[in-house]
């Protein structure tokens, strides 16, 4: 084990420490939470998450953008794993029987 | 030590592990490719422990990124989980200092999704739900890096088994599981269009932190939904 990977290893595991912690140590130091960034903390999760979403599906191929709307169409009414299922499935039936 | 928060806990934790073990299997196989050890690899797993910056990371190892770059570029794929942290004080201030060491360590999306959703249901956050949610990941987490690692060579094109499409859907799933919170749409939207404008003019990782902000942004200028009630009792009428 190279004591540079070493280091950069330990590195990026206290910055990522350092962002799990930072938002709470903020929070603390104000007294009360103002109601315009409690709706705006209340916004994070669908916010972030969505960029995580936006550019796979535009830079997807077009298996890759069916089998995230059958997924979708999927995750409406039926629990998660069923949507990964389906979303899955669509992605193989279109690489390997449609040949996308 | 509740049983029904260690079972409901680990129930919940190990469909994540099951979900995200490809993941883990792809990191562990791309970490090898780019140079890393079996034991660097796990290694990486149980300190950073964060899916999505451990493949930036390790991508940009691979190109041999000045080490400043690679940890700049780790902080903006987290960054959401400065903002994460911020909304979970609320839930966990009855922690002690130790407790609360553990549980920013573990502190990952799916963890903070649930972690929300149970306190939103009522059930509030103890200690031990989450401890038992967090390890049920964490530990297959790792485990599947190295097995990923040690097998690295045999996986071949992600593509082929439509593993690339898993993490994508995934996150979806969590999105739209919050579609019924006041301003969901304009929020989503926001993100989206800036996300993706990002992504092409300015590259990955940086639209993470830039979709994430304009999402909030946005969601910090909406109307609020009632001025006459206190904030708790508005958030309270979202289910």
Known sequence: MSNETLLLILAAAIATFATRIGGYVLITRLKTIPPRMEQALNAVPAAVLTTLVAPSFFNGGWEVKIAMVVALAAGIRYPGLLMLGAGWAVAMICRHLLGF | ?239
């Open chain 2, 1 to 239: 030590m509740n049983r029904d928060d260690v079972r409901s806990g680990i129930r919940g934790g190990l469909v994540i592990a099951i979900s995200s073990a490809p993941f883990a299997i792809l990191f562990g196989a791309v970490a090898t490719d780019n140079g890393l050890s079996v034991g660097e690899a796990t290694l990486m797993s149980a300190s950073v422990y964060a899916g999505a910056s451990q493949l930036v990371g390790i991508e940009l190892f691979g190109h041999h990124v000045a080490p400043w770059l690679v940890i700049l570029s780790v902080l903006a794929v987290n960054f959401r989980h400065v903002l994460y942290s911020a909304a979970l004080a609320r839930y966990i201030a009855h922690f002690s200092p130790l407790q609360k060491f553990f549980t920013f360590f573990l502190l990952t999306d799916p963890q903070f999704a649930e972690s929300v959703k149970r306190e939103e249901s009522g059930q509030g956050v103890s200690f031990t739900w989450y401890m038992a949610f967090g390890s049920a990941i964490y530990v297959p987490w790792v485990i599947s890096s190295a097995v990923g690692a040690f097998f690295g060579q045999m996986l071949g094109d992600p593509k082929v088994l439509a593993i690339d499409v898993l993490l994508p859907i995934y996150f979806l799933g969590l999105v739209i599981g919050f579609r019924h919170k006041p301003g969901f749409y304009p929020t989503v939207l926001a993100s989206a269009l800036a996300s993706v404008l990002a992504y092409h003019f300015i590259g990955s990782p940086w639209h993470v932190s830039i979709g994430a902000a304009a999402g909030v942004v946005v969601a910090a200028f909406l109307p609020l939904p009632s001025l006459a009630q206190p904030v708790t009792a508005a958030s309270d009428t979202e289910n």
